[in-house]
C-alpha cells in the first residue's frame, strides 16, 4: 500500500501540463481490464510530466505515435514520470486493472456483477495514468466493449454517439461529452439491468431523456426516484434560473458504494438505497432523503460540475453550496421548518462533536493526507450553514445577484471558494472581508448573551460576547460574523418590534437581525414597555452554541407562541436541556415541573404541523448531549437522565398522549404530507405510551409490527419494540426477519434498531449479528447500518467494559485491507478518547495505538490515527 504525503492548501501550484481531449477505450473483463487513453497534452510551465497512478499495470506507452523506450519513463507506486516531452503531443498509454479484487470501490469495480466506477475524489488514478486534479478540463470521448449478453448496457458521460456488434458476442457503445470536466466527474456503468424511462423539457426548451437503472425486478421501486429528478430540475430553475445542458440525465442504482451518491456528469451513480423506494419498503423519512439525495446530485450540476473545484481543499466551494441548495430545496417542496430542524440536529450531534475532536478543521481545510477523509459533516453541513449565513445577511434577491455573477465570471473553470465569495461581494458591493474567517477558522463559536431591562427607563441592555476554544494547530482565534435572528414577544406571547438599535434592522424571514461581528457588543433598545422575552438565534442562523439565562416561564411564552415554528422547538429543546444538564450534574433523575408539563401538553392540543409536534417531543439524544461536556463526559449520569426524561414525559403525558394516539389515523396508503406528519406524532406517542405502559401496548406495537404494507409503520413498532424492550420484541424480530431477508436494504434497518438499542447487551447482539446470513462486511450499507449504527450509540459502544471497543478493533482491522475508506469512517468516535474519563480514554488510546501497529496500515485510518495521538 502506498503512503500519501501531507499536504498543504498554501502549496497549490498550477499543473506544468493540462490536458484538453482524453479519448478512451475500454475492454472489460472482470479480472482484466484493457483501458486505453489517447490525450492530447499541452505544456503550460517548465518541467517534467508527472501523471498519477496507482494499482496499475502499465502496458505501453506511445508519443505521437512513436512507443517510448523504458529507459524514457519512470514508474512508481504512485506516478508516471516522463521527463523529457514535447510542449504538444499525442500521449497513449495502454493499463490493465483488476475489477474483481478492487473491494475498497474506488476507481472501476464489481458491484452485484456490474462494472461501475467511483473516481472523486482520486479514483480516476487507478483506471489510468493521468493529471488526476480537479484544475485539468479534458473533453472525454469513452468506448465501452464487453460481453453483450452479461453486459447489455453499456454506459458512460455525455451523449450516445455510436453503438453496434462486434464478432465473438461483444458490443459497444461510444459517448462523448461535449463539456470539459475534470477526471473524478468521469464514470462507466456496464450490466443488465431494469430501465425507466421519461423526458423533461427544459425552461430552455431542451428535451431531456430520463434513465433510470436498477437491478433486475425493482423497476417500479424507482418511480419516486424519477419524480424527484423531475422535481429538482423544475426547481433549479425556478429558484435558480439553472436548465440542464445534455440531452440525456442517466441515474445507475448499484448496492455496493461507500457514500450515498456521486454526480458523475450526464451518469450519476447511487448507492441503490437513495433510488429505491416503495411504501411497502422505505420509511417516510427515506422517502424524504431520496428526494433530497437525488435533488443533491442533480444540483451539484451547475455548482460542481459546470463550476468546479481548482483544488480539493476548495471542496465545500461545491458540496457547501450544494447541500445549501438541496436543503432550500426539500424546504420549498415540504415542510420548511421541520427540515430545518433536522438540519441543526446534525449539526449539534456530529459537526459540534467533530469541532471538538483531533479531527477539526476549517470548511476549506489547510492540510490534507488522504482526501477521503474530508468529506466530513464540516465541509459539508457547516459548509452549508456559512452560505446560509450568506443568505441571511444579503436576502434572496442579493444571494441570487451574486450566484448569477459567480456563473457569469466561472461557468467552465475550476475555481476557489474565494471566487464564490468575491462573486457575492462584488454582486452586492459588500464588504465580506471579514467574513471569511468562517473558512479559515476551524472550532464552533460560543456566544454568551446577558440581557438586562429597565422599567423605569423602559430600556433593555443586551451584551453579547463570542469566543472561539483553540483547535488542534489553530489556538489565536479571531471574531466571527455571526448574523443573529432574533424575535421579542411579551410576557403574554405578543410580539414585540424592538425598537432603538441602529445595528438590528428587520429581516425579510419576519425576524430582526443584529450583526454581531466583535469578541464583544453591547446593543440596547428603547421604548420597550414590558420585561421581553427574547428568542435569540432564531432559525440557528448561525452554526454556535449559545448560551443565554432565561426561564422556564420565559421558554414556556415561546413554545406556546413563538411566530417561528423553529423557535417553538428550541424553546421545548432548551426545556430539555435544562432539566438533562441539572440531572447530570446531580447524577440524579429528571424531575418535570408542572409548568413544564401543562406547555408540553399544550402542544399537543395546540393546532400544530404533527410532524413538527414530534419533533418538539422529543428530547435531545444522548448524543446531542455530548457538546456541553468538553470533558470527563459523565455516560452513566447522561444515561439515567435521559431515559428518565423519558420516562417523565411517557408518563406524566399520557392523557394526551393517548388521546393524540387515537385521534390520528393516517391511512397506510397514503403518502401525502400530512399523512407522513401524521404518522411521525402517532408513532411518537405510541413509543412514549409503550414506555409508560408496556403491557399495555405490547399487543398495538405488536400488531402494528406485524402488518404489512407500510414500512414507516412496520419500522416504527420494531423500533419501540425493540428500544423498549416489550414483550414481543423477540417474536417481532424474528417475523420481521423471516418477511425481508431477501431485501437487502430493509435488513439494514433491522441491524440498525439493534444496534441502535441501549441495553446491557447490544454489544453481544451486534457481535452475534455480525454472523447473520444478511450481513456482509463488503457492502458498505450493511457495515453502516450495524457497526456504524452502534459506534454512534455513545452509550453502549462506551460500555465500561470495553467491550464495544474491541468489536470495532477487530472490524477496523479487516476492512484496513478490505476498505480502507469504510474503515476510516468507523474510526470516529475512537479520535475523542481524551474527553473520556481514565480508564475509557486508557482502553480507547491502546485501541489506536494498536491499530497504528497494523502492517500495511492505509493511509485514510493513518492520518486520523496520528492526528489523535498527536503525532
Ligand atoms: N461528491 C460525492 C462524494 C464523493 C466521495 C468520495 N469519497 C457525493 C456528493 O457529495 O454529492
Ligand atoms: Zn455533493
Request: charged fraction near 25%.
Amino acid at each position: 500500500m502506498s503512503r500519501k504525503a501531507v499536504q498543504y492548501r498554501s502549496d497549490y501550484r498550477a499543473p506544468a501540463f493540462t490536458i484538453d481531449q482524453l479519448d478512451l477505450h475500454f475492454d472489460l473483463s472482470e479480472q482484466a481490464t484493457e483501458v486505453r487513453g489517447l490525450m492530447r497534452v499541452r505544456r503550460q510551465a517548465s518541467g517534467a510530466l508527472h501523471l498519477h497512478g496507482e494499482q496499475l499495470q502499465l502496458k505501453h506507452l506511445k508519443i505521437d505515435g512513436q512507443v517510448l523506450a523504458s529507459d524514457r519513463y519512470e514508474v512508481s507506486d504512485t506516478e508516471l514520470r516522463i521527463d523529457d516531452v514535447p510542449d504538444a503531443f499525442e500521449l497513449e498509454i495502454v493499463t490493465v486493472v483488476n475489477p474483481s479484487a478492487n473491494s475498497a470501490l474506488e476507481g472501476l469495480y464489481l458491484s452485484g456483477g456490474a462494472f461501475c466506477t467511483q473516481c472523486e475524489a482520486e479514483g480516476f488514478r487507478r483506471i489510468m495514468y493521468y493529471l488526476d486534479r480537479p484544475d485539468v478540463l479534458a473533453v472525454f470521448t469513452t468506448t465501452v466493449v464487453a460481453d453483450a449478453q452479461r453486459y447489455p448496457f453499456l454506459l458512460a458521460n455525455g451523449n450516445l454517439i455510436k453503438e453496434g456488434q462486434l464478432d465473438d458476442g461483444r458490443h459497444f457503445a461510444t459517448w462523448h461529452d461535449p463539456h470539459p470536466k475534470p477526471s473524478y466527474l468521469f464514470a462507466l456503468v456496464a450490466g443488465d439491468f431494469d430501465r425507466i424511462e421519461d423526458h423533461y423539457t427544459t425552461i430552455e426548451g431542451r428535451k431531456v431523456k430520463l434513465e433510470i437503472f436498477v437491478d433486475k425486478g425493482n423497476a417500479q421501486r424507482a418511480e419516486y426516484a424519477m419524480g424527484a429528478l423531475k422535481r429538482s430540475m423544475q426547481w433549479d430553475e425556478q429558484r435558480f434560473g439553472l436548465a440542464y445542458d445534455l440531452d440525456r440525465y442517466m441515474i445507475v442504482a448499484v448496492d455496493f458504494f461507500n457514500m450515498g451518491a456521486m454526480e458523475n456528469k450526464g451518469l450519476n451513480i447511487f448507492n441503490s438505497k437513495y433510488v429505491l423506494a416503495s411504501q411497502e419498503t422505505a420509511t417516510d423519512w427515506d422517502f424524504i432523503h431520496v428526494e433530497s439525495v437525488i435533488g443533491h446530485e442533480y444540483f451539484h450540476n451547475w455548482t460542481g460540475n459546470r463550476i468546479t473545484c481548482r483544488d480539493w481543499f476548495q471542496l465545500s466551494l461545491k458540496e457547501g453550496l450544494t447541500v445549501f441548495r438541496d436543503q432550500e430545496f426539500s424546504a420549498d417542496l415540504g415542510s420548511r421548518a421541520v427540515h430545518r430542524i433536522d438540519a441543526i440536529r446534525v449539526m449539534r450531534s456530529h459537526q459540534f462533536n467533530e469541532d471538538a475532536s483531533p479531527m477539526a478543521h476549517p470548511i476549506r481545510p489547510d492540510k490534507v493526507q488522504e482526501m477521503n477523509n474530508f468529506y466530513t459533516v464540516t465541509v459539508y453541513n457547516k459548509g452549508a450553514e456559512v452560505i446560509r449565513m450568506l443568505h441571511t445577511l444579503l436576502g434572496e434577491q442579493g444571494f441570487q445577484a451574486g450566484m448569477r455573477l459567480y456563473r457569469e465570471r466561472h461557468d467552465g473553470q475550476a475555481v476557489t471558494c474565494e471566487d464564490f465569495v468575491a462573486a457575492l461581494e462584488d454582486a452586492n458591493q459588500s464588504d465580506l472581508s471579514q467574513f471569511r474567517r468562517w473558512y479559515s477558522q476551524a472550532g464552533t463559536p460560543e456566544v454568551t448573551i446577558t440581557q438586562k431591562y429597565d422599567a423605569a427607563t423602559e430600556t433593555l441592555e443586551v451584551h453579547l460576547r463570542q469566543q472561539t476554544p483553540a483547535t488542534p494547530g489553530q489556538t489565536a482565534k479571531q471574531a466571527v460574523v455571526i448574523p443573529i435572528l432574533l424575535s421579542a414577544y411579551s410576557q403574554q406571547g405578543e410580539r414585540i418590534e424592538l425598537q432603538g438599535e441602529p445595528n438590528v434592522v428587520r429581516h425579510e424571514s419576519g425576524s430582526q437581525l443584529l450583526v454581531f461581528d466583535s469578541a464583544e457588543m453591547t446593543v440596547s433598545f428603547s421604548n420597550v414597555k414590558t420585561q421581553p422575552v427574547l428568542a435569540w438565534l432564531e432559525n440557528f442562523s448561525a452554526p454556535v452554541k449559545l448560551e443565554q439565562p432565561i426561564s422556564v416561564e420565559e421558554l414556556a411564552v415561546l413554545l406556546g407562541h413563538a411566530e417561528q415554528e423553529v423557535t417553538r422547538w428550541e424553546a421545548a429543546q432548551r426545556i430539555f436541556i435544562t432539566l438533562l444538564r441539572h440531572a447530570v450534574a446531580q447524577s440524579a433523575q429528571v424531575k418535570l415541573s408542572e409548568l413544564e408539563r401543562r406547555a408540553l401538553q399544550q402542544v399537543l392540543e395546540a393546532d400544530l404541523d404533527p410532524a413538527l409536534v414530534a419533533m418538539i417531543l422529543t428530547p435531545p439524544s444522548a448524543e446531542e448531549l455530548l457538546e456541553y461536556y468538553p470533558s470527563a463526559i459523565p455516560l452513566a449520569a447522561i444515561e439515567l437522565a435521559t431515559r428518565s426524561l423519558e420516562y417523565q414525559l411517557a408518563v406524566q403525558l399520557q392523557q394526551p398522549l393517548a388521546e393524540c394516539f387515537q385521534r390520528l389515523q393516517p391511512k397506510d396508503d397514503d403518502l401525502s404530507a400530512r399523512a407522513m406528519a401524521e404518522r411521525a406524532l402517532k408513532n411518537r406517542c405510541l413509543r412514549l405510551l409503550a414506555a409508560a405502559q408496556p403491557e399495555n401496548f405490547n399487543d398495538v406495537v405488536e400488531q402494528q409490527a406485524l402488518r404489512q404494507g407500510n414500512m414507516t409503520q412496520q419500522h416504527a413498532a420494531l423500533e419501540i419494540a425493540v428500544h423498549q424492550q416489550l414483550p414481543c420484541k423477540t417474536a417481532v424480530l424474528a417475523e420481521f426477519a423471516k418477511q425481508w431477508q431477501s431485501t437487502p436494504l430493509v435488513m439494514d434497518k433491522w441491524f440498525a434498531v439493534q444496534a441502535s438499542a441501549v441495553h446491557e447487551h447490544t454489544v453481544s447482539d451486534v457481535e452475534r449479528l455480525l454472523e447473520h446470513e444478511a450481513f456482509n462486511l463488503r457492502n458498505p450499507n450493511r457495515v453502516y447500518s450495524l457497526l456504524a449504527t452502534f459506534a454512534r450509540n455513545s452509550l453502549r459502544f462506551h460500555q465500561q467494559d470495553g467491550a464495544g471497543y474491541q468489536l470495532l478493533q477487530r472490524i477496523i482491522t479487516q476492512l484496513n485491507t478490505l476498505n480502507p475508506q469504510v474503515a476510516a469512517r468507523l474510526i470516529t468516535p475512537f479520535l475523542q478518547y481524551k474527553r473520556f474519563d481514565e480508564t475509557r480514554c486508557a482502553n480507547m488510546q491502546k485501541v489506536l495505538e494498536e491499530l497504528k501497529e497494523i502492517p500495511q496500515l492505509a493511509t485514510d485510518l493513518e492520518e486520523k490515527i496520528n492526528l489523535a495521538l498527536g503525532i
